[in-house]
DNA sequence: GCCGCATGTTGGACCGTTCCAGAAGCTGTC
DNA sequence: GACAGCTTCTGGAACGGTCCAACATGCGGC
């Protein structure tokens, strides 16, 4: 009654354990016609490898886990599909872990990936506490994605550029003619970085007078807040660039209770290129950060890290494009 | 330098492997300084349990499968949480595996999860092929979550009741004092059963013929272009039920675009209750389709196969709420 | 001092694979 | 027809746990 094995298999074909072994694994040392009784007899069995036993024989699991920290901002959505595209063709498996389920355990989020001993490990997304990946990446490869925290030695990061795409959108702002920009900014590594370029860039064109920055917790509620501080000031900046899609729309709200018009009285633009802010009713200006193309070198990095282990980690950075939509025109709704 | 074993932990304590699984399972059995002994000796080495092996020898992985249609629309997360509580408490992990990603390789979507041997699988949202479930669910528990699709014999069904939501919207509009009330259709069975309990409301209040019905593909685009349709006919329906959230949003950017003010010339309502719904610049009238509580007794179904496996398929409905936003008012954008 | 019984502890079989050393079969050479 | 050298196939030992029957040990009762 239990699923059937490979000596089952064996016995129907009648030859050997071993060579349905080397059948199944596809070796190309057995004869045709033994190739064939294989293969049939196991078809007729319904035989499925047991992936248990497989991989503590071979000592690995062909697997890598995928450390989400939240399901509810799908941003990461084209990450994984690079990161499969490539991990697939190198005859690895995905397996998805979502830390904020797995919190209330009380351990580490990444415990049951490597419970399960997977090959390797990424992350993606701003991780609570990096520093508690290096007894991992110490033993398995380890990539960090989308994200820039400071991470152990032998971690490689990939992510966009966004010091480069906060320098484009932001000069996209000042070209159309504004002068007085707000930033409502984010936490952590990414939320630091995206702030400092927005200063830069204005400085660098000569407005950090006009460089007003409101911190934000990068949710809609705080982006929300952080516009109706900043559209309520005497000195009402004419366009706002939000840390992300999220805080984004919240801003759009806060304009539309105020009574602004967007673009007309006010300029709004987000950051990640986001399934919302393609949502024609909202239509955002943004930032494609190519999370396409960074889950694609983020794999490509694990597999070189399987093939080759060790090394120091290295940084990649994906170069982001402007994404021009609706919530941006000139100071007077012009351009 | 491979990782230790229970048998180096065994060595290092001075005692049998044997005790230090009996320790390591929490078995009272064993004298304190033994037992002590041995964690500190684990803790020291740094031992973690392989689960390749533990499940091959227990002949189960403690693990069950969820497998997503698709990640790029979150309605499932507050599911997962439900789910997740519940099979946590009973001491199962959760793997999650998408079936988009995994479909490129041709097979079918849930063979990942079983070559791992699951223990059970929880399918939530529509799945393109039911019947391919009937091998599966010979071997293990299979429970549809938050789907209404025929399903092979011995699968669970739970879901939201979609009859009993639509009534409450459909009556909400009506009450409002809409009298011609369309709908923007979907497809599968929770979208034949949105159509047609959406109809049934209208005739039981003699609105029978007020009732537009358009199909859709249950994205905002098709949400978009069915509500260009239904807007533009000279009999314009003064409110639209669409039949989720996303399309609802389609339709808010259709009356926006024709001029027409949402509540005040026409009413729109989504279905599902998603984070979209609540950003506060949509603010849609919907349902409440309690995931959470669907998510939990999915998990309660699959513990219940778990430990008494065979018997017919159930089918659990969890009463849905109304959830009343912005969206919706009286005819004359009163009440 | 022996028995019965409960409490702790142990070695060995087993789970379903892969891996590897070597056996078996075949072909060709001298 | 013995032998080398292929190709093809096989049995047994891992892999790292769990399970179980059997073995110590301690202790109260007779």
Redesign the pocket.
């Given at each position: 009654m239990?699923?059937?094995?490979?000596?089952d298999?064996?016995e129907r074909a009648?030859?050997?354990?071993?060579?349905?072994?080397?059948v199944?694994?596809g070796s190309?040392?057995?004869?045709p016609?033994?190739?064939e009784a294989v293969l049939r007899a196991a078809r007729e069995l319904g035989?499925?490898?047991?992936a248990?036993?497989?991989s503590?024989?071979?000592?690995r699991t062909r697997t890598v886990g995928v450390l989400l920290n939240d399901l509810r901002n799908p941003w990461f959505v084209d990450l994984l599909d690079g990161l499969n595209s490539l991990l697939h063709a190198g005859g690895l498996r995905m397996l998805l872990s979502d830390a904020r389920l797995n919190r209330r355990t009380g351990q580490d989020p990444a415990d049951p990936l490597l419970d399960l001993r997977v090959d390797g490990l990424v992350v993606v997304g701003t991780l609570p506490d990096p520093a508690a990946l290096e007894p991992v990446a110490e033993r398995i490869p380890v990539v960090l994605a989308g994200a820039r925290e400071e991470v152990p030695p032998g971690v490689d990061v990939v992510a966009g550029d966004d010091e480069h795409g906060v320098r484009l959108v932001t000069e996209h702002l000042i070209g159309l003619g504004h002068r007085r920009v707000a930033h409502i900014a984010g936490y952590g590594a990414v939320g630091e970085l995206r702030r400092r370029s927005f200063e830069e860039t204005m400085r660098g064109h000569g407005l950090a007078g006009g460089a007003l920055v409101t911190p934000g917790d990068m949710t809609e509620e705080g982006g929300y807040r952080a516009a109706v501080r900043l559209l309520s000031r005497a000195d009402r900046p004419t366009a706002i660039l939000a840390v992300n899609d999220i805080a984004c729309v919240g801003a759009l709200s806060a304009a539309g209770e105020l009574g602004l018009d967007v673009p007309g009285d006010v300029s709004v633009a987000g950051y990640d290129n986001t399934s919302l802010s393609r949502l024609r009713h909202l239509w955002l200006t943004t930032v494609d950060n190519a999370s396409h193309e960074v889950g694609r070198r983020a794999a490509r990095c694990l597999l070189d890290r399987l093939e080759s282990p060790g090394g120091p980690g290295s940084l990649h950075l994906v170069r982001p494009a402007l994404q021009i939509r609706g919530t941006t025109a000139g100071p007077g709704g012009t351009g």
């Open positions: 239990r699923p059937p094995t490979i000596r298999v064996a009648g030859v050997s354990k071993s060579l349905v072994s080397l199944l694994r190309d040392q057995v004869r016609e033994r190739r035989y499925r490898p047991n248990a036993a497989r503590l024989s071979e000592r």
